[in-house]
């Protein structure tokens, strides 16, 4: 793994609820499950994205929280071989490419290339910050419904009124899924509805 032990997630058993909170403990609550004999497939997924999540739940309970630690910090590199730049700061070096017209105005910029694109991109992050918000949230309920409800009635029309910010729709839609399922939907698509 990682090096995720904390982050936030949540498994299911089939269409059931195994756990929820941090990784550690929703794996060890899986590993129970899976050594008991699952009556459904065994899906944990990351609770900001969705993403599955996939789990080495073999050995002891230490063994697979051993597994999920995170690695030991590199070893810090002599300053003799460190490039040039302020890796300090975590600045990274990468090509970009662009128009001269682009590179012109970036070098009449105060402080130069690196520190008007630095300003502009933060000025971008800031701005879409809302939007990108929502987006990510519509993405995680999506993820997640596509996985767990893909089959399930009113999936198609769920999945409409979560894109049209339409909760009332989307709530009426997702009734009569299972009870596990349709809560976890609704709990990822609220922030898709109150961005």
Known sequence: MDGRQGARC??????????????GEVALATKAVVERGPTGPVLVF???????????????DEDV????????????????????GRPRLGVVARE???????????????GGASVALRRLVDEARRDREPADRLRAAREAAYRFMSAMAGDAPGFE???RA??????VRFTAQT????????DHARRLAAAAFDA
């Open 46 to 60: 990351d609770d900001d994205t969705s993403e599955p999540i996939e789990l080495d739940l073999r050995g002891s």
């Open 162 to 167: 979560l894109f049209a910010g339409d909760r």
């Open 175 to 182: 009734a009569d899924w299972p009870s596990d399922v349709r």
């Open 157 to 159: 029309e769920a999945t």
């Open 10 to 23: 949540t498994a299911f058993e089939g269409t059931r609820r195994i756990a929820s909170g941090a990784l």
């Open 96 to 110: 970009v490419t662009l128009l001269p017209r682009h590179w012109e105005w970036l070098a009449a910029q105060p």
């Open 65 to 84: 929280l051993r597994r999920l630690a995170p690695p030991p910090p590199p070893a810090e590199e002599p300053k003799a071989t460190r490039g040039p």
